[in-house]
């Protein structure tokens, strides 16, 4: 089978609105972007500003990359660390108290391999309430990370993870369950 570019190329992925949104964030990133580390309020306004769901006490570094902010809900206290990357092309929701880690991915977006126009998907993914993505680690498109999991450093997550569940490794793999006093 081989890739239709031309059919790709052409095809409307984002309507005229959005395509005027991203411009305007991509000209208010460096308002973002090059803010001082403390000034979180700042960062919160902005993202609300364009049309993120942003909860009350959440830090954004202002090193993070946020491709499209009105996919971006994140809840009370959640923080996302330096240079994690919010790819979302499609919603991404991040819990409340939830933490991705500097470096982490959460990639909401893919393309359809199986058809010849590789097609535009934007798959939500969900990061539920005191879930940690740990650093470098990768979330795959349409994945849910349940409440209080944790991915671990550099793991490649392409499925769903349930509730206090953690996952290591590439592909990643059950180690074991998050309790209070540990894994168990």
């Excluded at 798959?123 to 993505?133: F, K, M, R, S």
Aim: aromatic share 8%; net charge positive.
């Amino acid at each position: 089978m081989a890739i239709d570019i031309i059919t790709n190329r052409a095809e409307r992925k984002w309507t005229r609105s959005e395509q005027l949104g991203r411009v305007l964030w991509a000209l208010a990133r460096p308002l973002f972007r090059f803010s001082p580390r403390l000034f979180w309020g700042w960062r919160r306004m902005i993202l609300r500003l364009f049309g993120a769901k942003i909860g009350s006490d959440v830090h954004v570094y202002p090193s993070v990359r946020v491709t499209i902010p009105w996919n971006i809900e994140i809840g009370d206290k959640a923080a996302v660390g330096d240079y994690a990357i919010l790819y979302a092309l499609g919603p991404i929701c991040i819990g409340e108290r939830a933490t991705v880690s500097q470096y982490a991915h959460l990639c909401a977006g893919t393309h359809d391999w199986r058809d010849p126009a590789m097609r535009l998907i934007k798959a939500p993914l969900v990061i539920g309430n005191d879930a940690w993505i740990c650093a470098n680690a990768f979330v795959g498109p349409g994945v849910v990370i349940g409440a209080n999991a944790i991915v671990g450093a550099g793991a490649v997550t392409m499925k769903n993870v349930d509730d206090s569940t953690i996952v290591v490794g590439n592909p990643a793999q059950v180690l074991g369950k998050r309790s209070e006093s540990g894994i168990r």
